[in-house]
């Protein structure tokens, strides 16, 4: 069963906050329990939550001007 990039241990998810509204969030990252112990539970769990904290955090990125996408420069 493959895993979930937001799922850390012992049921508990972690969501980093994207770089560009990291200035207007109170925090870096998103963490908070799924009150679950099993795997399969939290797996699910998990996804659900996933989709709520980037409901959250896209209004809050759509109201930031966009400066177009990152120059890599050597």
Same mark, same amino acid.
């Given at each position: 069963?493959?895993?979930?990039?937001?799922?850390? $241990?012992?049921? !508990?998810?972690? %969501? =980093?906050?994207?770089?560009?509204?990291?200035?207007?969030?109170?925090?870096a990252?998103?963490?908070?329990?799924?009150?679950?112990?099993?795997?399969?539970?939290?797996? $699910?769990?998990? !996804?659900?939550? %996933? =989709?709520?904290?980037?409901?959250?955090?896209?209004?809050?990125?759509?109201?930031?001007?966009?400066?177009g996408?990152?120059?890599?420069?050597?």
């Amino acid at each position: 069963m493959p895993g979930h990039t937001r799922l850390a $241990r012992r049921g !508990r998810s972690r %969501a =980093a906050v994207p770089q560009d509204i990291k200035s207007s969030h109170p925090k870096a990252e998103e963490t908070f329990s799924l009150k679950t112990k099993d795997y399969a539970d939290a797996l $699910r769990l998990v !996804r659900l939550t %996933a =989709a709520e904290v980037d409901g959250r955090l896209l209004p809050t990125a759509a109201r930031l001007p966009w400066s177009g996408p990152a120059l890599l420069t050597n």
